[in-house]
């Protein structure tokens, strides 16, 4: 069976700094791995996924994810932060279409 | 427009009470899904429907049950709601085809809650 773990629960970071998130996962071949970004009172939304090829995978709203297999790995990235980006950031793990999610990592962002 | 909307956006009820919770996507998409979101946000599927037809249905009491009328319409019906089922029920959909299947766009959730 899939799994994710995100192991930060709540992260702060000021506005301009770089942010990364990190998310660990189980899957017993090549996984499909999904970053997902849910603001107060929202849905979620995808920034951005990964199924193959290139592991450094570019998103919306200026992040990035980078697989590594050997680490079982697929760790969120942002180099400048803004303030819109203080949210709960949720990684999912495929395939089995029953998408498997992280416990999400809650992140504020302070001025 | 709105992709992926759901109605209500609150819900507060009391226990033993029978509710519905409604979805309608405008993506063309032809898989919905129900998923559940608790206290500490941990997200968990619920049911998917593809084409009006049931395609997963995890453990879930069987006092929820839920419709999909065509393939942009899927609703939650919840009987007899106990305290338990308070939580926040997003809709999502995305396409049945390739990896497509994994971008799902969801709705912006029904906070429901139980008294």
């Known amino acids: 069976a899939q799994s994710v773990t995100q192991p930060d629960i709540h992260i702060t970071v000021s506005e301009g700094a770089s942010l990364e998130l990190r998310c660990n996962y189980s899957y017993g071949a090549t996984p499909y791995l999904f970053w997902y970004v849910q603001s107060p009172g929202q849905g979620l939304q995808l920034l951005l996924k990964y199924f193959s090829g290139d592991t450094l995978v570019q998103g919306i709203k200026g992040f990035e994810a980078e697989f590594k297999r050997s680490q079982s790995s697929f760790n969120l990235r942002k180099p400048s932060v803004h303030w819109s980006d203080a949210a709960e950031y949720f990684c999912?793990?495929?395939?089995?279409?029953?998408?498997?999610f992280g416990a999400g990592t809650t992140v504020t962002v302070r001025a | 427009d709105t992709a992926v909307s759901q109605t209500p956006k609150y819900l507060v009820t009391q226990m033993g009470n029978d509710k519905s919770i409604k979805c309608e996507q405008n993506?063309?998409?032809?898989?919905m899904y129900w998923y559940k979101q608790d206290s500490k946000k941990f997200l968990k599927i619920m049911f998917s429907?593809?084409?009006?037809?049931?395609?997963i249905n995890e453990t879930v009491p069987n006092r929820f049950s839920p419709k999909s009328p065509d393939k942009a319409h899927l609703n939650l019906h919840i009987n007899s709601l106990e305290l338990g089922d308070s939580a926040v029920y997003f809709c999502?959909?995305?396409?049945?085809?390739?990896?497509?299947?994994?971008?799902?766009?969801f709705g912006p959730g029904t906070r429901l809650t139980v008294t």
């Open positions: 999502a959909s995305s396409q049945l085809k390739g990896t497509d299947l994994y971008e799902q766009y």
């Open positions: 429907y593809n084409n009006k037809e049931l395609i």
């Open positions: 999912a793990v495929g395939p089995d279409y029953k998408l498997s």
């Open positions: 993506l063309g998409h032809d898989t």
